[in-house]
């Protein structure tokens, strides 16, 4: 192939000197070279013709084969990665929806435990309550009857001593002591 290209070479060169040595005008319109002109033509296109056919289409034609298996691959590959992506897409939402529900459940049922705890607390605390008022009520009540005692002893000491010191003698306990608890009888009767 080498000694192709050389000789035509060669032979360019030798033509080139003919035609530019000819003083008869242009050589393109001068009628004796254009055989030489149209056999150069013909040579020139054919070279270049096999040269296109053999050695630049098929790199063209693989390179747009392999272009285009490269992009099925890819699109086939987009395709696989959106259908994985939607399968997650679908189970995180699936994931998130069951969340939800658990998350739901928990705090109702949370909800529900904190109610019966608060309903157990306000049944202990109402009845703790409700021994302290006996409680009170009862210690209320023996206030009450002890005080009265005792108020009843000391009216009927200080009655005694007023009687005594007024009339300047001494007064039997006894009939003060029934005067006192009658009159004592009377006023719890009237306040209750």
Known sequence: MRSFYFALCVVWIVHANQAMSSEAGMPQLN??????????LSVIFSVLYLIIWKIFLPRITYSIENRKSRLVNDLDQVQKLKEDSEKKLNEYNLIIEKSKKDAKKIIEDNQKKLDRDIENKKKKFNEEIEKELSAAENEIKDLKKSSISNINHIAEETTAEIIKQIVNTEVNKSSVSAIVNDITKKEMEKNT
């Not at 009628?31 to 150069?40: G, K, L, M, R």
Request: aromatic share 40%; glycine share 0%.
């Open 31 to 40: 009628t004796e070279y254009w055989v030489a002109q149209v056999f150069w």
